[in-house]
């Protein structure tokens, strides 16, 4: 007898996000049921109810997503599951707080893509600029190109001081160096886009972060990628659905946010669909995340 797919969904937030319910459904799970306001401490407590609840046989069809918007909390939720397991009465965890660690898969993945076609370049040893970096977004980014080898900055729109707690963050967590730093004012941006090769940009959305002008000040630029989708873009005169081609007056090319989030979608679909289809439990963060984004990237 086929077993109906069950999908626990937790957040420690006041709400889960009807994107991430709408995709869990149409990527196949038969129920999906979220939680809200949940703690850390919460977490095995619920995972326990969900695999003591069905035969072990059952566990592969029942899966605990992780949501929110702090990414480091929600690894921490995701080690907390692994923990509360007892075999063999085993589930399948996702976490994807806020869609972030799909879409820096997806826009790593895909300036990845373009860097090697346009340049004939890796990330590794690439000078990378993170804007956004204080958000979910720019964390995992800043994280995913650091294990290709990028030398990744990590820019403050509000000083030196958040970011400066980030890049001790990171490297207590994953052991890779990134550096912080100040980019307040217009005059500190333009320093730091000299000094770049790749910026990506997860800024707030209907945030500009940069100028046409300060990126035709960046020499060396290769690559530009930008998450926003709202008017006025990230980047100034990057359009939604670059895909590769080249920005005025600079050397670099554009991914644009809609080209991100056609990568973004099949991503967060995907690892729904192989939660589903698993034989085994499975454990999914943003490393399986980019793995898979490499893939779909064109």
Known sequence: MSRKTILHML???????????????????DAVIPY?????????????????SRPPDA????????????????LDMLDAAKKAMVPPFEISVFADP???????????????????????????????????????VGYCTAVIAASLGAKVTIVGHDGIERVTEIAASIQQRFDMNVEPADGSTEALKTA???????????????????SKAQLGSAGGLLVVAD?????????????????????????AVGIGPLSIGNVKYKTQ?????????AKKPVAFDFRDAFTLARDLAK
Do not use: C, Y
């Open 36 to 52: 809200t306001d949940v703690s850390l401490s919460d977490v095995g407590h619920l995972v326990q109810d969900a695999i003591f």
């Open 269 to 277: 679909a995907g690892l729904f669909q192989k939660m589903i289809e």
């Open 59 to 74: 566990g592969v069809a029942t899966g605990i997503f992780l949501a929110g918007k702090d990414a480091p909390l929600a």
């Open 11 to 29: 957040t420690p937030l006041q709400h889960m996000s009807p994107f991430d319910v709408n995709m869990a459904l149409d990527a196949g799970f």
């Open 98 to 136: 806020a869609g972030s660690f799909t879409t820096a898969a997806a826009m790593v993945a895909k300036v990845e893509k373009a860097l090697v076609k346009h340049h004939d370049r890796e990330l590794n040893g690439a000078a990378v600029a993170v804007f956004g970096a204080t958000g979910v």
């Open 227 to 251: 998450v926003n989708a709202v008017p006025p873009a990230g980047i100034e005169g990057l359009k939604v659905n670059a895909n590769g081609e080249q920005l005025d007056a600079t050397q």
């Open 192 to 210: 730091i886009v000299r000094d770049t090769e790749i910026v990506l940009a997860a800024a707030k959305a209907g945030v500009q972060v940069l």
